[in-house]
């Protein structure tokens, strides 16, 4: 019960102050009044009375104050008070405030910032209903890519899941309306999708079974940001009509803003239109299946029994489905799986920087506390206790955190989006990025966190003082305290060795990654995309060849060619099958990727023959087709010649294409190569009969070699397609530089942020070493004289002062090398071509720290030698 | 905050207010007057001891202060004991007697 009257008694101080000092006064007076009556009554004059009464009072404001402490003021007030004294040295000493606020502003900033980025993509549920019961179902491997006959067999099967959808994202569309041929963004998927998400449409319904099958009427979702540029939002777009790829679909619905799935889709389509396309039950179609576990069944569970319907398909396709089974993973680790350690590793790293700046900002304090230590013995003298000490440094540095962190906050809401639009487009619910509440709390917390850190140290000695001691001028500092320094300082040279290792190791794997030769000539290389509907095949080959002449004559233009895959980029992903050799078991055909080009395609690509020949102008649809392989492909033709080896794509009849040229292989995902380079085999537009041309053209890439900067050629370029055909959609205008670097960014990106932390972080320590010994030396200038005046040399004293820094360093170097050793392992992953304990990474890193603590160490040295003995040993 | 000595003070003060209290309500004014009474005039009170130690003692709920008058009609603030004070009141006597036994059994014995 006591300690409600305590709390109502504070809250009532502290809301009705005036009305509790109020409530004192007059109590006070009264027996002010009272003891002047009483004097009076002893036959004092009313002026002797008065004085006499008021004698006896003593302070009346000191009564009060303390009266008003009792009475619960005391707490809130304090606070307050604090509060004001805290500010008012902090203005004061505006460049320790300044230097201080800074720092943690950068290090709050940049955690702020990072963890918006985490909180976005890694720690915010997905916008679906129960979320962690949906899984996405591969074949063969986690994530892959499912045959749609078979998706079809299983996705009715109750006993599996509660339902499936097929998706098929990075689908694209010529959208003509009003103005210029946009092209669209889309994805195919099953009737029930967003059902199955648990999403409901903005306006309009889910697709239907009946919407979901070849030959229905074609229906289409829109995105609502496609909806608003194009629409203005009009929500009588229900219904009506829009042309996609020359055919009319009807729009059923527009999505919610917030909603999304897998790479961003301008529309979305009912996949079972075009179950044609997908009937290949062989096939690796790129499609995935999202699909929702039944209550209470585990995800293994469901893959087991998935796995039984698997069986029956094997015995029932042998030719295709030997072999094959299902996997599952939730939907979270599909979409941010592969981001998650890195974002995670680079939080780990802003996390060290922010430790940094906490021993900083703890080292300026404990400078600052030996200033300030009469200060602080005054307030012991007229009654301080030592808590009272320590709530007060405390609170000065909750408030320095608090600015830092108030400041942080601006600063991660400009890094957050700088970052997010550095970032690759690959990383899932980027866009979602930003400063909201979750991170705010994160903010608020790292602050006070951060305060606490770096502030108790110091305010614990601060307020450990002796009296008598430091009430004396020119104390020298107790032991302690620069025992603390010291720890200090050992730290911040170990954490900043632990990032300059991880980021020199990241460095080292770009340099490694750029070297890797992608086999083909990426300078003066200019690519765009064009995807032509048109089922009229000899229009549609006449259309290419006239615009290859045609851009071939552009001046500027060395060779001209077309293709249907982009190295980088990925491609079509067919098996194939070597004549005159045993028939390989169902499902065990080797696969490669297939690439259909214009002959001068590998002149325009620069890509290397090594042996026979490339296409030319005797291969026409009349002569025998041929094909060019890569050396993956001929280390299939290990003791034959391949030159003459005939391929086929399928076990049984189609084309049989007589192998040519052997070609330098090309990198196909991205330059980090894989374990087993996959084959690839080229085809020759030229030898496409007229009626396959249209299925093949849907997007081609049209590449022009140019002997100038290519960027310059692109609008020229573009004007001959639009000359051809002035509603053709040209897209991705790139040079193959700007490809191969979209193919490093994330790379770059991860390398490049973990270098600025690092930097920051010697940036820091670098202060934090040079202060420390600033410091150190102006401390012992008396002690230097003394030598000096012994007869001790300049070099003595250097070596004094650089000794005293250096054994620091190396204490520091050590706990950080061990460190480092122990913490470069979880970033193994994002190396490439280095080992995560690189031996030269690791020796020129610390030669580097040593050689920077040495400079820092140098100027305070050099500063000592200059001391005058006599000015010194008078000094103070 | 743990100086023996000043809790020991503190202690005694609480009970002599307390004690003075007894006697019935009263205003700080006439506490002091009550105490010096009680003590034939040995004790003082200073009024920059006095005032914190009713508001200490108020919080604590042995005392309870009011608004009223004074004998000449003066507006004044009137503490009286609670039941809890009574109680308290007894268990520091008792303390304070056995103290002052047992430091007189100390003294017999030299």
Known sequence: ?876 | MTNPKADLLQGTLDMLILKALSLGPLHGYGIIQRIRRMSDEMLTVEQGALYPALYRIELKGWISGKWGQNETGRKAKFYKLTLAGQKQLRLEEESWDRLVLVVAKMREAT
């Open chain 1, 1 to 876: 019960m006591r300690w409600l009257n305590v709390l109502i008694a504070r809250l009532r101080a502290l809301l009705s102050r005036d009305k509790v000092l109020h409530d004192i006064d007059e109590e006070l007076r009264a027996h002010l009044e009272m003891e002047v009556e009483a004097n009076r009554e002893m036959g004092m004059t009313p002026e002797e009375a008065r004085l006499s009464a008021a004698k006896s009072f003593g302070n009346l404001g000191s009564i009060r104050d303390l009266a008003y402490e009792v009475r619960g003021g005391g707490f809130m007030e304090t606070v307050w008070q604090d509060l004001r004294y805290s500010a008012r040295m902090l203005f004061k000493h505006r460049g320790f405030t300044i230097i201080a606020v800074l720092t943690l502003a950068l290090g709050i900033g940049a955690n702020t910032a990072i963890f918006s980025i985490v909180n976005a993509v890694l720690l915010r549920p997905f916008p679906y209903q129960a979320p962690e019961q949906l899984v996405i179902v591969g074949e063969y491997v986690p994530g892959g890519s499912v045959s749609y006959p078979n998706f079809v067999d299983w996705r009715d099967d109750r006993n599996v899941f509660e339902s499936a959808s097929a998706v098929r994202s990075n689908e694209s569309y010529n959208f003509s309306g009003a103005g210029e041929p946009e092209r669209l963004q889309g994805r195919l998927v099953s009737a029930g999708f967003l059902t199955l998400l648990g999403v409901k449409p903005l306006v309009g319904r889910d697709f239907l079974p009946e919407d979901d099958r070849p030959g229905a009427a074609p229906a289409v979702m829109l995105s609502y940001g496609f909806w608003g540029r194009t629409f203005g939002n009009d929500p009588n777009i229900i219904g009506k009509t829009i042309t996609l790829n020359n055919q009319s679909y009807t729009v059923t619905a527009i999505t919610p803003q917030d909603f999304e799935f897998g790479l961003p889709a301008d529309v979305t389509i009912p996949i079972g239109l075009s179950a044609e396309r997908f009937k290949a039950r062989g096939a690796d179609p790129g499609i995935s299946v999202v699909a929702r576990l039944k209550p209470n069944v585990s995800q293994q569970q469901a893959e087991t029994e998935l796995n039984v319907v698997y069986k029956r398909l094997e015995q029932h396709y042998p030719a295709t489905n030997t072999g094959r089974r299902g996997v599952l993973m939730p939907l979270h680790e599909n979409f941010v799986g592969s981001v998650r350690q890195p974002l995670l590793i680079l939080f780990g790293a802003v996390g060290l920087v922010l430790l940094i700046a906490c021993a900083n900002v703890a080292n300026l304090l404990l400078v600052r506390a030996s200033t300030r230590k009469r200060e602080m013995s005054v307030r012991v003298a007229l009654g301080a206790n030592r808590w009272r000490i320590i709530r007060q440094l405390l609170t000065e540095s909750l408030l320095l955190a608090s600015i830092g962190g108030v400041l942080g906050v601006l600063l991660a809401q400009w890094g957050t989006s700088f970052i997010a639009s550095q970032l690759p487009d690959s990383i899932p619910r980027l866009a979602e990025a930003n400063v909201e509440l979750r991170v705010l709390m994160f903010t608020l917390g790292v602050s006070v966190v951060t305060g606490l850190l770096f502030g108790l140290a110091p305010a614990l000695q601060a307020s450990r003082l002796n009296l008598t001691e430091a009430l004396k001028e020119g104390d020298r500092g107790s032991v302690g305290r620069h025992k603390l320094r010291n720890v200090l300082v050992v730290s911040e040279v170990a954490l900043t060795l632990t990032l300059l290792v991880g980021a020199g190791l990241l460095i080292q794997s770009f340099r490694r990654v750029l070297q890797v030769d992608p086999g083909f000539e990426t300078q003066n290389l200019l690519t765009m995309q064009v995807s032509v509907n048109n089922p009229d095949g000899n229009q549609v080959a006449s259309f290419f060849k006239q615009l290859q002449e045609n851009v071939r004559s552009l001046p500027g233009v060395k060779s001209v060619a077309i293709s249907n895959g982009l190295p980088l980029r990925g491609a079509n992903h067919p098996v194939f099958f070597i004549q005159g050799r045993p028939l390989p078991e169902p499902g065990k055909a080797p696969g490669g990727i297939r690439y259909t080009v214009s002959p001068d395609y590998f002149q325009t690509m620069g890509i290397e023959l090594i042996k026979g020949r490339v296409f030319g102008s005797q291969d026409t649809p009349s002569t025998p087709p041929v094909v060019v392989i890569d050396e993956a492909l001929a280390q299939h033709f290990p003791n034959e010649d391949p030159i003459g080896q005939r391929l086929s794509q399928s076990a049984s009849g189609g084309p049989i294409y007589e192998i040519v040229g052997v070609v330098r292989h090309v990198e196909q995902y991205n330059l980090e190569g894989q374990a087993v380079r996959t084959p690839q085999f080229y085809l020759n537009f030229n030898q496409v009969p007229a009626e396959r041309w249209p299925g093949l053209v849907r997007r081609i890439n049209l590449l022009t070699r140019t002997d100038v900067e290519p960027t310059g050629l692109a609008a020229a370029v573009r004007g001959q397609i639009a000359a051809l055909n002035k509603d053709q959609a040209v897209f991705n205008v790139r040079t193959m530089e700007q490809i191969v670097s979209e193919s490093v960014a994330p790379r770059r990106f991860s390398m490049l942020l973990l270098a600025v932390f690092a930097v920051v972080a010697l940036a820091l320590a670098v202060i934090g070493i040079y202060g420390m010994l600033s410091y150190a030396v102006a401390q012992r200038t008396r002690e230097i004289g003394l030598r000096m005046t012994l007869g001790a040399q300049r070099t003595d004293v250097m070596r004094l002062v650089i000794g005293h820094g250096m054994k620091l360093a190396v204490a520091g170097v050590v706990a950080g090398l061990i460190a480092s050793f122990a913490l470069t392992r979880t970033m193994r992953s994002l190396l490439f071509g280095v080992s995560a304990t690189d031996p030269i990474t690791f020796a020129s890193i610390t030669l580097l720290l040593a050689v920077v603590a040495l400079l820092a160490c140098w100027l305070p040295a050099r500063r000592a030698t200059k001391v005058d003995p006599m000015v010194a040993l008078r000094y103070e």
